[in-house]
């Protein structure tokens, strides 16, 4: 059984045609990557996943069930965690608050929760959270700076947070989009680390990047998209050498240069 399935999944904005009868599959354990020109429909994929967009024709299956029509939070819930291409943070509140944000989703915890803080049950399981959420951070190597103010950690760090934000609902998938933009070559090592880490410790990884260095070190198989349609998909070797991948990124030299 493959954790995740994509069965013919096209989705129309208008008249664009933004992910086109795609075929896909994510085993349990594994590191794909999703790569492909800007606009390929990489990201859109990702929102098909997670709810914020359904299916226009075909199918999303997570561990065999159908979850096309799903919202957001029940997906979060099923066990699929995300990271956006853009930073999507809470600036004004804490690095440990972001986490804990996330681990709610999962948790008994609540709004009503929240009303009844005096009840010891509650505060047990708050206290079960952050100490989670500091599990989380350290992840990401984050637990020091779990006081500051979100806003004021570097860009990379933020980065790093989101992904913290993510492990905090326990997913079984974690879809991470565009991770390393924006890092520095030190970062982007760190980060590689990071991931590998978070795939040993029992969470499949489904990665969207550009940079070609980090998706041919880190993946074990891509897949590669251009204009929503899936031209390509095998391990890195075979994908650095495939004409058609090659073609698409043409007078990019992003494949070549990796
Ligand atoms: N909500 C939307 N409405 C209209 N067009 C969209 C929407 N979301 C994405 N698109 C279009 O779908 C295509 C794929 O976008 P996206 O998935 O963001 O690409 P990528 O992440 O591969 O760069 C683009 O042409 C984009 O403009
Ligand atoms: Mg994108």
């Given at each position: ?179 390393a933009?924006?890092?520095?070559p030190?970062?982007k090592a760190?980060?590689l ?16 990047e550009h940079d070609m260095k980090f998706v041919m070190s880190i993946s ?16 890195p070797?075979?994908?650095r ?13 992003a494949v070549n240069s990796a």
């Amino acid at each position: 059984m493959s954790l995740l399935k994509l069965d013919n999944v096209t989705i129309r904005f208008g008249g664009l045609i933004a992910v086109d009868k795609v075929n896909l599959t994510v085993e349990q354990g594994e590191i794909l990557s999703l790569i492909g020109p800007n606009g390929a429909g990489k990201s859109t994929i990702f929102n098909l996943i997670t709810g914020i967009y359904s299916p226009t024709e075909g199918n999303i299956y997570f561990e065999d069930r159908s979850i096309g029509s799903k919202k957001p939070y029940h997906l979060a819930a099923a066990g699929i965690a995300r990271t956006f291409q853009t930073i999507h943070l809470f600036n004004n509140l804490t690095v440990l608050d972001n986490v804990l944000i996330g681990a709610h989703t999962r948790g008994k915890w609540n709004v009503t929760g929240a009303l009844l803080k005096f009840t010891p049950w509650v505060r047990g399981e708050e206290r079960e959270l952050t100490e989670w959420a500091y599990d989380c951070l350290e992840r990401v190597n984050l637990a020091d700076k779990a006081d500051e103010l979100a806003m004021n950690l570097s860009y990379g760090a933020q980065r790093r947070l989101e992904i913290a934000r993510g492990l905090a609902v326990r997913p079984k998938l974690l879809l991470l989009d565009e991770p390393a933009a924006g890092m520095n070559p030190q970062e982007k090592a760190t980060l590689l680390k990071m991931v590998k880490a978070i795939r040993d410790s029992g969470v499949t990884i489904f990665l969207v990047e550009h940079d070609m260095k980090f998706v041919m070190s880190i993946s074990e198989r891509i897949s590669v998209l251009d204009y929503g349609v899936k031209i390509a998909e095998g391990p890195p070797e075979a994908i650095r050498s495939n004409p058609k991948v090659i073609e698409a990124y043409l007078g990019k030299g992003a494949v070549n240069s990796a």
